[in-house]
Structure formats: C-alpha cells, structure tokens
C-alpha cells in the first residue's frame, strides 16, 4: 500500500493537455509532463487528488498516475467530467495536483464500511486484496446514490470474495458471475 502513496509535499500547479488513449479506446486523460513527474518523485502508481480548472467551472477527484511514455504520465478523466468543465480532447486546463493520503485511494461509503465493521472475515479478506481491486470496490459500491443498492452491492462483494481462493480473486468472480460465485 505505501508505494501508492506519496510523501506530502506541495500543491503542483500546470497546465495540461487533455488526450485520448489510443489503446483504450474512448478513454481521455490529463497528460503529465516529465518535469512534473520528476517533482512528484519520479515514479507511477501513484494516488493524487486532482483539481481541474477551465475558465470559472473547477472540479476535484482523487486519481492514480500511470506511465505514458517518453518519461510523460497521465490520469484518466471521464468523459461526464469533461462535460461538466465543458472541454474536449486536444483543450488545456489548469491541473493541481496534491498526494492522496488517504487510505484507499477513494472514499469508503458507509454501508460498506458498516458491513465490514459487522464482518470480521469479509474485513479481513478485503484487506488482503491488492489497492488496486480494493478501489475497484469502492468504486464500485460508491457508483449508485441509492443506499439500499450500495449496501447490496457491498453485500454481493463481499460474500462472493469470501468463497474466492485468496489471492485468485477476479472482478467477474466478485460481481457473481463466475463459477465459484455465492449469488
């Protein structure tokens, strides 16, 4: 887990271009320069807070720097995001940038940390998994505004991810879908 996290250090304030991942189609990101990622400690897989600023229209999230190339980095960004600040593929914008300090990369929602408060396997497991398939399940029960629907999603989760082998566990296991599935 340390390794996603960066030392605190200062906001970093530039200007980014908005691109479009050739190898993932329909995916945008905010490119990184090399200096910018050399004053982050010169590394990837890291977890940043990041505010988007065009014009007066400004938004903030949490996201994970990945190598692009040529020393360069990106953070993904959705498309609904670029909506909201009402720019596109090939626009600049300003980009802060700050360490994510929190735990998980993402916020927990309550009805999964409720859950996991009451079981102490289904804790244990979820704590075993790598980060990356830890926000994979935040994400994914945080994505619905409907409560009672987060907390069957946790539900589905986690109850899948108690049958898995440790270790073996695969997004289409915990969503039910594969052969060692609960539900």
Request: net charge positive.
């Given at each position: 887990d340390?390794a996603?996290?960066?030392k605190?250090?200062?906001?970093?304030?530039?200007?980014?271009?908005?691109?479009?991942?050739?190898?993932?189609?329909?995916?945008?990101?905010?490119?990184?320069?090399?200096?910018?990622?050399a004053?982050?400690?010169?590394?990837?897989?890291i977890?940043?807070?990041?505010?988007?600023?065009?014009?007066?229209?400004?938004?903030?999230?949490?996201?994970?720097?990945?190598?692009?190339?040529?020393?360069?980095?990106?953070?993904?960004?959705?498309?609904?995001?670029?909506?909201?600040?009402?720019?596109r593929?090939?626009?600049?914008?300003?980009?802060?940038?700050?360490?994510?300090?929190?735990?998980?990369?993402?916020?927990?929602?309550?009805?999964?940390r409720?859950l996991?408060?009451?079981?102490?396997?289904?804790?244990?497991?979820?704590?075993?998994?790598?980060?990356g398939r830890?926000?994979?399940?935040l994400h994914?029960?945080?994505?619905?505004?409907n409560?009672?629907?987060?907390?069957?999603r946790?539900m589905?989760l986690?109850e899948?991810?108690?049958?898995?082998?440790?270790?073996?566990?695969?997004?289409?296991?915990?969503?039910?879908?594969?052969?060692?599935?609960?539900?």
């Amino acid at each position: 887990d340390s390794a996603f996290i960066v030392k605190p250090a200062a906001r970093i304030r530039f200007s980014a271009r908005i691109g479009l991942l050739t190898h993932l189609p329909g995916m945008r990101y905010l490119e990184i320069p090399k200096s910018v990622v050399a004053e982050l400690g010169g590394k990837f897989r890291i977890r940043l807070v990041c505010k988007v600023t065009s014009g007066s229209k400004s938004l903030s999230f949490q996201g994970g720097l990945v190598a692009l190339g040529g020393g360069k980095g990106y953070i993904s960004i959705t498309q609904k995001r670029l909506k909201e600040l009402g720019v596109r593929e090939g626009d600049r914008v300003a980009l802060e940038l700050q360490p994510d300090g929190s735990r998980y990369g993402l916020q927990m929602p309550a009805e999964l940390r409720a859950l996991l408060a009451q079981d102490t396997e289904g804790a244990r497991r979820f704590e075993r998994l790598t980060p990356g398939r830890r926000r994979y399940i935040l994400h994914y029960v945080g994505a619905v505004k409907n409560s009672d629907l987060r907390l069957e999603r946790a539900m589905l989760l986690i109850e899948n991810l108690k049958t898995l082998p440790e270790g073996k566990e695969s997004f289409r296991e915990m969503l039910g879908l594969g052969k060692n599935a609960k539900f």
